[in-house]
């Protein structure tokens, strides 16, 4: 009789083989020479027309960075801003504050930024 | 120093060349693939991830490796990949952040858009098993598993979800973090019975 509760070891072995079916699905992108070569064999190496808003290559430079990505609106766990920035003023350095906080804060400025500007 | 310092104009040019080549490219690999749609919000926010993508590609060119390779088919393909991997990246940058909204058109509209698997992709009867399974799952579960894939790395003991992507992913069917990794861990037993009987 199977047994149904299989041992730990065998769960790194069933999680690859799920995403290997994930992957043969075609869910993910793909991410290597071989999965390209796959893909384009199926629709073609072509590229599609691009509809109007994407077809100046310089569009893409030239649109303000990462709108698509900005966060939505949520509040900072639990005073850690507050803490990081606080520990830089004791400390007198920019390098208390961690990259995470620091790339919030910059993330911050920007969306401050492009508000103010539309 | 790359050619954007040296010679911007010329880097300008070469990646014009380079837009044109493969910008249609990866919107249509981006469209045909519907989880990721319904986390991008559709159609504009596919084109958006195209745009940041090339940005992105564009600020980070030095990073391409041609990996010794002549061939200019294969390096067609190295570059491809390289695309992909940067939107992708994008992407788990949007699913930690929980940004745009979930559409579920998209899912509607695109299952059953891609083709069926060649045969030699089927390698052995669980991988074909697998398949089938989950592409039968609901949609909220397919949402599950995709999401897992996007973070799973093979090899790597006790992974979890970034708790941010937990969040987000529970927002999107109405409950809560552990609603969600109660369900992913009922599936994968789903899955696995499965493979055995």
Redesign the interface.
């Known amino acids: 009789m199977?047994?149904?509760n299989?041992p730990t070891d065998d769960r790194?072995e069933?999680?690859?083989?799920?995403?290997?079916?994930?992957?043969?699905?075609?869910?993910?992108?793909?991410?290597?020479?071989e999965?390209?070569?796959?893909?384009?064999?199926?629709?073609g190496?072509?590229?599609?027309?691009?509809?109007e808003?994407?077809r100046d290559?310089?569009?893409?430079?030239q649109?303000p960075?990462?709108?698509?990505?900005?966060?939505?609106s949520?509040p900072a766990p639990s005073g850690e801003v507050e803490e990081s920035l606080a520990r830089a003023a004791r400390e007198g350095s920019s390098e208390s504050i961690s990259p995470e906080i620091e790339a919030r804060m910059r993330r911050d400025r920007e969306r401050a930024g492009s508000e103010e500007d539309g | 120093m790359g050619l954007a310092a040296t010679d911007p104009d010329g880097a300008?040019e070469a990646?014009?060349a380079f837009?044109?080549?493969?910008?249609?490219?990866l919107?249509?690999?981006?469209r045909?693939?519907?989880?990721?749609m319904r986390v991008l919000g559709g159609?504009d926010?596919a084109?958006?991830?195209?745009?940041?993508t090339?940005?992105r590609a564009?600020e980070k060119a030095e990073t391409f490796d041609r990996g010794g390779i002549s061939d200019r088919e294969?390096i067609?393909?190295?570059a491809?990949?390289w695309l992909?991997?940067i939107?992708?990246n994008?992407?788990l940058?949007?699913l930690r952040?929980?940004?745009?909204p979930p559409s579920t058109q998209h899912i509607e509209e695109l299952n059953g858009f891609?083709?069926p698997?060649?045969e030699e992709?089927?390698t052995s009867a669980?991988?074909q098993q697998?398949?089938e399974?989950?592409?039968k799952l609901s949609e909220r579960d397919?949402d599950i598993?995709?999401t897992w894939?996007?973070f799973?790395k093979?090899?790597e003991?006790h992974q979890r979800l970034p708790d941010d992507v937990s969040q987000a992913l529970a927002a999107r069917w109405n409950t809560t973090p552990e609603a969600i990794r109660q369900q992913r861990r009922r599936l994968?037993e789903m899955?696995?019975?499965s493979?055995?009987?």
């Open positions: 199977a047994k149904r299989k790194g069933f999680e690859s083989a799920l995403l290997r079916a994930v992957r043969s699905a075609r869910w993910l992108l793909p991410e290597s020479e999965e390209v070569e796959k893909e384009e064999r199926l629709f190496k072509d590229s599609l027309e691009l509809p808003s994407l290559p310089l569009s893409a430079l649109r960075r990462h709108r698509r990505t900005l966060p939505v949520r | 300008r990646y014009g837009y044109r080549r493969n910008a249609g490219w919107l249509q690999i981006v045909r693939k519907p989880h990721l159609e926010g084109a958006d991830l195209v745009q940041d090339f940005m564009f294969r067609s393909r190295r491809r990949a992909a991997r939107a992708k994008l992407v940058d949007d952040r929980g940004a745009n891609d083709p698997m060649p992709e089927a669980h991988a697998l398949r399974a989950i592409e397919q598993l995709w894939a996007q799973y093979p090899g003991q994968f899955l696995r019975a493979l055995i009987h």
